[in-house]
């Protein structure tokens, strides 16, 4: 059974600092790995999708990359803002778990200016 | 505009009382599924769907069932609802179920249902 740990927990940094949120899956015969931003009480918006023949997927300040062989994906946000405070979640899709989507508990990021 | 919608919103009922929450997309998706959203336990995967009338459980399935009789629409339904079953629901779909490539698998959701069992 896929599982996916997340880490930090928790992360609470000022304006302006780059930060990195880790991802890590132990079936390592994903489709793809995305990431979701959640805010609270709201629905989940996708953020970048890693196809599992990918290393890394950019958007704007988001860099995302992928190391299917270790079970790891990391989210880089450069500069961060206030407006990025929000629940970062990754989700691996597929592989052994035929069909499956298992999230992990997700990293609750405060971003103060 | 392409969407996942969800139907109720909001949800207050009683423990036995069977109910259903519809999920439509309109993006012509294969894959469908179902999750919900518990504080500390995350998002579980409760069903999924590959295509029409081909559904297999999530992780978290027990007391749930699903159909999938058209494309687009895949309903949850709790035939005797319990307390435990609080919680936030949300429907996904993807064009694909299988590996695809490009964007084939990536997951699109619905604004979630808030459902409440007395």
């Known amino acids: 059974k896929q599982e996916v740990t997340q880490i930090p927990a928790a992360l609470s940094v000022p304006e302006g600092e780059n930060l990195v949120l880790n991802c890590s899956f132990t079936d390592s015969a994903i489709y793809n790995l995305q990431w979701f931003r959640q805010d609270p009480g709201k629905g989940l918006t996708s953020l970048l999708l890693i196809q599992s023949s990918q290393r890394e997927q950019t958007s704007g300040r988001l860099n995302a990359s992928l190391d299917k062989s270790s079970g790891r994906s990391t989210l880089y946000i450069a500069a961060s803002q206030p407006g990025d405070s929000a629940t970062y979640l990754c989700?691996?899709?597929?592989?052994?778990?035929?069909?499956?989507?298992?999230f992990g508990q997700g990293t609750i990021l405060t971003v103060h200016p | 505009e392409a969407q996942v919608t969800q139907n109720p919103r909001y949800l207050i009922t009683v423990t036995g009382k069977k109910l259903t929450v519809t999920c439509s997309q309109n993006m012509n998706h294969e894959y469908m599924s179902w999750y919900r959203q518990d504080p500390g336990l995350g998002l579980r995967q409760i069903y999924y769907?590959?295509?029409?009338?081909?559904?297999d459980k999530g992780d978290v399935p027990e007391g749930y069932k699903v159909s999938r009789k058209e494309k687009r629409n895949f309903p949850l339904i709790l035939e005797s609802p319990s307390p435990n079953q609080t919680s936030l629901y949300f429907c996904a779909s993807s064009l694909r179920g299988l590996a695809g490539g490009g964007s084939y698998n990536e997951q699109f959701f619905g604004p979630g249902t808030r459902l409440t069992v007395l």
């Open positions: 989700a691996a899709f597929g592989g052994t778990s035929y069909g499956k989507l298992t």
């Open positions: 769907s590959m295509n029409v009338e081909v559904t």
